[in-house]
């Protein structure tokens, strides 16, 4: 496998992880009622698409193709968002619960493809500016969780 297919493929597979965090967060907002929550996840819906765009553009540079449409297990954890959702007396807080989660999930992505000392600066300066946002969002959603106790 070609070094650019490398670094394109983990780029593909962050690139459908985004993919299945902006649908996920267009579930959320569109299953709150809260509307500080109702912003917050229409906002991470938005970041991530735009994240979507920047992983594409540098797969693009690779001279690869960038994949389309979610994950299997993203479609999955959707799935089993809905039911949870729908079983919980405090759906707001349930779906909180699974942001959390995702995003520690996203965190813990992004650093395994920072550390490896393969992938080329422009690439990791990409990485790192979208996992701290993904950082910021998890300490901003951890406070969220907090004010709805």
């Known amino acids: 496998m070609k070094y650019s297919e490398e670094v394109s493929?983990?780029?593909?597979?962050?690139?459908?992880?985004?993919?299945?965090a902006e649908k996920g967060y267009k579930f959320a907002a569109e299953n709150v009622k809260n509307d500080k929550l109702k912003s917050f996840f229409t906002e991470r819906a938005q970041e991530r698409y735009d994240f979507g765009h920047e992983l594409k553009s540098e797969i693009r540079n690779y001279g690869e193709v960038p994949d389309k449409g979610s994950s299997l297990a993203g479609d999955a954890h959707r799935t089993w968002m809905n039911l949870k959702t729908a079983f919980s007396g405090?759906?707001?807080?349930?779906?909180?619960?699974?942001?959390?989660?995702?995003?520690k999930v996203a965190v813990e992505e992004y650093q395994k493809i920072l550390d490896d000392t393969n992938v080329p600066?422009?690439?990791?300066?990409?990485?790192?500016?979208?996992?701290?946002?993904i950082v910021a969002s998890l300490n901003e959603v951890k406070s969220l969780e907090y004010k709805l106790d």
């Open 90 to 103: 405090n759906k707001e807080e349930a779906v909180l619960e699974e942001a959390i989660r995702g995003e």
């Open 121 to 133: 600066a422009s690439t990791q300066n990409i990485l790192l500016k979208q996992k701290n946002s």
């Open 9 to 20: 493929e983990k780029l593909n597979e962050l690139l459908e992880k985004n993919y299945d």
